[in-house]
């Protein structure tokens, strides 16, 4: 298989992927958690066990969302504790809830805090001002390193792992928090490691290509030399995040799903989409340059 050849494919491929995901960004947005939205979040420590659907029953009676995440973060002996999160409550409701709550066992209230959405706000910004600042040095070092050209198809590869993974939470409604930024933000140091390993095999290959040799074929074997290490990579990865997904809670699901989904799309991008569309820039150079 020739990889360089077949970029067409694999261009159609991501567009087949990122463009519904656009359509649903732009027409349903994204299920934003209260941690963008604001919201009460209640920690409360029951005294004896208390099963989470009774947790959601007085929660409904008194005409609360229930929609918002329920989590069982932590149980000593028969103690049992639950972290809530609802929308913004008045302190009436708030007072209601736990008096309702306080008869299913004796309970004691650890936490009742409320967010507000400007820190959503913020959270929003700084992750962009993050994705805008990692995307310039990463220019700046791979053009120092390599070529401007590969930087900017480096960051194009990224940028193509970030829409995936915003357009499949978008499209299928999965509420995001915090850690999705967090998330983010590590996909992209990952798919960036992949890419650079690929382009620094590249520019070796280059130094010793035999004359006449076409630059897609160098770049071919490049990309089918670095292959083996990428899928090795990937798969010790996703087995140790399928674990975390299936065992580690509640609270790290969503951490841990935009990781298998990014670093899988990054390793795809690293390879499919970054080597190809430096290939095709440098292509355009040589356009230029004749006329």
Known sequence: MHFIKLRKIWYLI???????GLISLFTNGLNLGIDFTGGNILEVRFERPVAIEKVRQVMASLGIETSRS??????????????????????EESTRLQKALGKLSQMT????????????????????????????????YITIRFEFKQGIAAVIALLH??????????LFQIEIDSTFIAAILTIVGYSINDTIVIFDRI???????????????????????????SINTILTIIFVLVALYLLGGSTLRVFVLTLLIGIVCGAYSSICNASPVWFDL??????????
């Not at 991501?14 to 519904?20: A, F, K, Q, W, Y």
């Not at 329920?70 to 302190?91: D, F, H, N």
């Open 14 to 20: 991501s567009l087949v992927i990122i463009i519904p």
């Open 70 to 91: 329920i989590q069982k973060s932590g149980q000593e002996g028969k103690k049992v504790t639950y972290l809530i999160r609802t929308k913004a409550l008045s302190q």
């Open 109 to 140: 209230v650890l936490r009742n805090e409320y967010v507000g959405p400007i820190i959503g706000r913020e959270l929003t910004r700084n992750a962009l001002l993050a994705l805008i600042g990692a995307a310039i040095l990463m220019i700046i």
């Open 161 to 170: 792992d970030v829409l995936v993974v915003t357009g499949i939470f978008s």
């Open 203 to 229: 520019r070796e290959n280059l130094k010793v290509r035999k004359k006449g040799e076409e630059l897609a074929d160098t770049i071919n074997f490049s990309l089918w030399q670095t292959l083996t290490r």
């Open 282 to 291: 440098k292509r355009l150079e040589k356009k230029e340059k004749l006329v």
